[in-house]
C-alpha cells in the first residue's frame, strides 16, 4: 500500500509579490514538516486577486501578469523542491492577454498549466478565458486542475476524470455572498455552496479532491476559507473551516478509487449517447 499525504491550504494574499513569496515558503515548510507531497494553495496566491467582481477591477491595475517560465514561477518551483505544489496566478500569455491560471510545479519546473474558463460576474473584464481541461502526470499521480466558478460546472471535472485524472486539484478566491451577507462566514450561503460543489464533484466521479481558498479580505471581497481535502465517496477527510490552515490528510488514492468504483463505477456506468436535449444539434 504506497499513501499519499495532501494538504489544502486557506490562507490570505495580496498584490505585493515579495509577501505572498514568504507567505508561500511558510506554507510549504510547514507541510513539508508535515510529511506533505502534493500542497495546493489558493487561486491568485501570487500577486492577489480581483478587488471586486465589478466592472472597475482594473483600478489599481490588477495582479502582475507572470509568465508560465518566468522568474517568479522558477522562484515558486524551488521553494517547492520535492514536493509537488498547486499554485494560482495572472498568467502574461504569449498572445497578449492576461489569464486567471493555476501551475503545478516541483523542483524540476513547470508540471502542467491551466487557465480559468468559468469566468464569474465582472471577472472577463480583467482576463481572457482558458478553453480546454486536461489532466497530467506528476511525481503524486495523475492530476487535472480547475480554478473556483470552474467547478460549478459538472463537465470541467468530468473533462478531468475522462482524462485519467485520480485527483482533482481546486484552488479558489471564492468569496462570500455578495447579498444578505451574514456576519459569521460559517453560516454563509455561498461558502455551503463552496463546499456542495467540492463533495459532488468528488463523488459524481469517484476520484480525490482537494481545494484551495484565500481567506481575509481584499478589496470588497470577504473569502470563505474552507479548503479541504474529499475522498472519493465525497466525504470531507480534513477541513480548514473559514480560518486560515493547512487541512491535511493521507490516503492511497489508487485504493480508494478502486475501492469507490468497485460495485457502482461512475465513469464506467456512463451513457453518453442518451445525454441529449430537445432541439439539440447532432455532432
Request: hydrophobic share 40%; aromatic share 6%; with cysteine.
Amino acid at each position: 500500500m504506497s499513501t499519499l499525504r495532501m494538504a489544502a491550504v486557506a490562507a490570505g494574499f495580496g498584490r505585493d509579490l515579495e509577501e505572498d513569496f514568504a507567505v508561500a515558503e511558510r506554507l510549504i515548510k510547514e507541510a513539508r514538516a508535515e510529511g506533505v507531497r502534493l500542497l495546493a494553495l489558493p487561486e491568485a496566491c501570487l500577486g492577489g486577486y480581483l478587488l471586486s467582481l465589478d466592472n472597475d477591477t482594473a483600478l489599481d491595475g490588477g495582479p502582475p501578469a507572470l509568465a508560465p517560465d518566468g522568474p517568479e514561477i522558477r522562484r515558486l518551483a524551488a521553494l517547492a523542491g520535492e514536493l509537488t505544489v498547486v499554485a494560482g496566478y495572472c498568467e502574461a500569455g504569449t498572445d497578449g492577454q492576461r489569464y486567471n491560471s493555476v501551475v503545478c510545479v516541483n523542483g524540476d519546473g513547470v508540471l502542467g498549466n491551466h487557465r480559468k474558463v468559468h469566468q464569474p460576474l465582472g471577472e472577463d473584464a480583467s482576463y481572457a478565458s482558458g478553453d480546454r481541461f486536461h489532466a497530467f502526470d506528476t511525481p503524486v499521480g495523475r492530476i487535472g486542475m480547475l480554478i473556483c466558478y470552474d467547478k460549478a460546472f459538472p463537465e470541467s471535472a468530468r473533462a478531468l476524470a475522462l482524462d485519467g485524472a485520480e485527483i482533482g486539484v481546486v484552488v479558489s478566491a471564492w468569496p462570500g455572498a455578495r447579498t444578505h451577507a451574514t456576519t459569521d462566514l460559517v453560516n454563509d450561503r455561498w461558502k455551503r455552496r463552496f463546499d456542495l460543489f467540492d463533495r459532488a464533484r468528488a463523488l459524481e466521479n469517484q476520484i480525490v479532491w482537494i481545494s484551495a481558498n484565500q481567506t481575509g479580505t481584499f478589496g470588497s471581497l470577504r473569502f470563505v476559507g474552507s479548503a479541504k481535502v474529499v475522498d472519493p465517496g465525497g466525504e470531507i477527510l480534513a477541513e480548514t473551516g473559514v480560518e486560515p490552515g493547512l487541512a491535511i490528510a493521507e490516503l492511497d488514492v489508487a485504493q480508494a478509487l478502486e475501492t469507490a468504483r468497485r460495485a457502482m463505477g461512475h465513469l464506467r456506468d456512463r451513457r453518453p449517447e442518451t445525454y441529449t436535449y430537445a432541439g439539440a444539434v447532432s455532432a
